[in-house]
């Protein structure tokens, strides 16, 4: 199976005024045209996804709906609240392991999806960095696991150009 990561999209600066609950704070314009280019470009490479985790945070949850828009497997959408800022590993791999054999996303925040990416693949002590709207792909030949991952790929939108 597959477990992509990825970064929420680019979203609206911070604004007390205009987003007094940072939760709240959705994608801009740009960002969401600029992560419907990737998703397409990496649709086109295989990137499809059968069921999509988002952190509760509006702009993850506006990350993941493009994806769900956009990919050919039409995915499901759930929110799961562990992936909030401050994600946390054990749980998301069991949401993950009921739905095993699918590819599925975990959509969420920075740094959290560079710790996390780097616990699938076995290193706890180091993260590593996804740009706004990155997708990473890890394999797993098992129900996924800490430290059981291989990392396939790490996209980001400047890599593929766009």
Same mark, same amino acid.
């Given at each position: 199976?597959?477990?992509?990561?990825?970064?929420?999209?680019?979203?609206?600066?911070?604004?007390?005024?205009?987003?007094?609950?940072?939760?709240?704070?959705?994608?801009?314009?740009? =960002?969401?045209?600029?992560?419907?280019?990737?998703?397409?470009?990496?649709?086109?490479? =295989?990137?499809?996804?059968?069921?999509?985790?988002?952190?509760?945070?509006?702009?993850?949850?506006?990350?993941?709906?493009?994806?769900?828009?956009?990919?050919?497997?039409?995915?499901?959408?759930?929110?799961?609240?562990?992936?909030?800022?401050?994600?946390?590993?054990?749980?998301?791999?069991?949401?993950t392991r009921q739905r095993t054999p699918s590819d599925?996303?975990?959509?969420?925040?920075?740094?959290?999806?560079?710790?996390?990416?780097?616990?699938?693949?076995?290193?706890?002590?180091?993260?590593?960095?996804?740009?706004? =709207?990155?997708?990473?792909?890890?394999?797993?030949?098992?129900?996924?696991?800490?430290?059981?991952?291989?990392?396939?790929?790490?996209?980001?939108?400047?890599?593929?150009?766009?």
């Open positions: 199976m597959l477990l992509y990561i990825i970064r929420h999209a680019w979203a609206e600066e911070r604004d007390e005024v205009r987003y007094p609950d940072d939760r709240s704070r959705p994608l801009s314009d740009n =960002g969401r045209k600029r992560f419907r280019k990737l998703v397409r470009a990496l649709a086109d490479r =295989g990137f499809m996804p059968t069921e999509i985790a988002t952190s509760p945070l509006l702009r993850c949850r506006q990350t993941a709906e493009v994806i769900a828009e956009l990919v050919p497997s039409r995915p499901r959408v759930t929110v799961v609240e562990e992936l909030s800022p401050g994600s946390d590993l054990h749980p998301l791999l069991e949401w599925v996303a975990w959509v969420g925040h920075a740094p959290d999806v560079g710790h996390l990416t780097a616990s699938l693949i076995g290193d706890t002590l180091t993260a590593i960095h996804f740009a706004k =709207g990155a997708v990473a792909a890890i394999e797993f030949d098992r129900p996924p696991a800490a430290g059981q991952g291989e990392l396939q790929w790490l996209a980001t939108a400047k890599m593929l150009g766009i």
